[in-house]
């Protein structure tokens, strides 16, 4: 039994000798087959590493290389963006720049437009109500007066449309005319004027189209007229006026509808008849307005039209006067 067990370990002891593995000697770790070997080696020495987008996250630590250390690159701003290396500006310029970025641009339009200045004549001119307007030239005019206001200053020259009790009233005329006064009106008032007692002057009977000048200023009468309505025939030879002074001229349209002489009336500013039942009604002066193509028109003769609508359909500039007392 003792020699069996001896022999038994004898020939361990030489396959162990044999195999490398002597008592003692460290048990290697088993060897990859060999193509799984060459396939990781290759891929270990040949393999590029791929760029991915690199995020930063709370457990990344970035490491440089420290073999060749590279110097960092500036980059160049872009619009909207500011670079996280930018250089500061010296304060002069930051306050430039600041000043610049906060003043924008002037563009084309962003100007404001002034408004065209009014006509000086309108300066002059006061409405005493209704028709009744009185023009501080000097001379001191006067148009349609049935009311004189209270200064009531005299008159140099007094201009009547027609006979209507609301635009000739002789009891005004009386307080406001002097010898020197000239009277411009039309034939039929002409003969009405030379029978009443107590209004001086001199009277000067117009036509349509015929044209006095009375120191300075110039008078050209026009035509006044309805036009389907029978209040004023256009026989009867109502007026109205044209007054050119220094250099501008006012219209004044008197009883009338919208005629196509308007067409033909150049003028600085317009006075024109709005109530609708003697005269034009608002939309039908405004119209008017539009022939005539005036800076300013002034509505008048109003009763109980109301301005306002006129100012909404009238293309120009409209201004609506106070009656003074």
């Not at 029978?195 to 001086?200: A, M, T």
């Not at 004044?252 to 196509?260: K, L, V």
């Not at 306002?308 to 500039?317: K, N, T, V, Y």
Request: glycine share 6%.
């Amino acid at each position: 039994m003792d020699r069996r067990w001896s022999l038994f370990l004898s020939l361990v002891l030489i396959a162990l000798v044999a195999s490398g593995c002597a008592p003692g000697s460290p048990v290697p770790a088993p060897a990859l087959p060999p193509t799984a070997t060459a396939v990781a080696t290759a891929a270990a020495e040949t393999a590029e590493p791929t760029p991915t987008k690199v995020t930063e996250s709370a457990t990344a630590t970035v490491v440089l290389p420290t073999a060749t250390p590279v110097e960092p690159v500036a980059s160049t701003p872009t619009a909207g963006t500011q670079p996280a290396t930018a250089t500061a500006l010296p304060p002069t310029a930051t306050a430039a720049a600041a000043a610049e970025a906060a003043e924008p641009t002037p563009t084309a339009g962003t100007e404001p437009t002034p408004a065209a200045e009014l006509p000086a004549l309108l300066g002059h001119l006061h409405w005493l109500g209704h028709a009744s307007f009185r023009f501080d030239g000097p001379p001191t005019i006067y148009l349609d007066p049935t009311s004189v206001g209270s200064d009531k200053p005299a008159a140099d020259i007094i201009l009547i449309s027609h006979e209507h009790s609301d635009h000739y009233a002789p009891a005004a005329l009386k307080q406001i005319s002097r010898p020197e006064t000239v009277i411009v009106t039309n034939p039929r008032v002409a003969a009405l004027l030379e029978k009443e007692k107590g209004i001086e002057g001199q009277v000067r009977a117009l036509q349509p189209g015929e044209r006095v000048t009375v120191g300075e200023v110039e008078i050209e009468a026009v035509p006044a007229y309805n036009v389907g309505k029978s209040h004023h025939p256009q026989a009867a030879g109502g007026l109205g006026f044209i007054v050119t002074w220094g250099g501008e001229r006012l219209y004044f349209a008197g009883d009338t509808s919208r005629i196509p002489e308007m067409s033909d009336i150049d003028c600085d500013v317009a006075l024109l008849p709005i109530d609708g039942t003697y005269t034009m009604d608002a939309a039908e002066a405004a119209q008017a307005a539009a022939d005539i193509k005036p800076k300013v028109a002034v509505p008048m003769h109003m009763r109980s039209a109301d301005p306002e609508q006129f100012r909404s359909l009238c293309g120009c500039r409209v201004v609506i006067m106070e009656v003074e007392p």
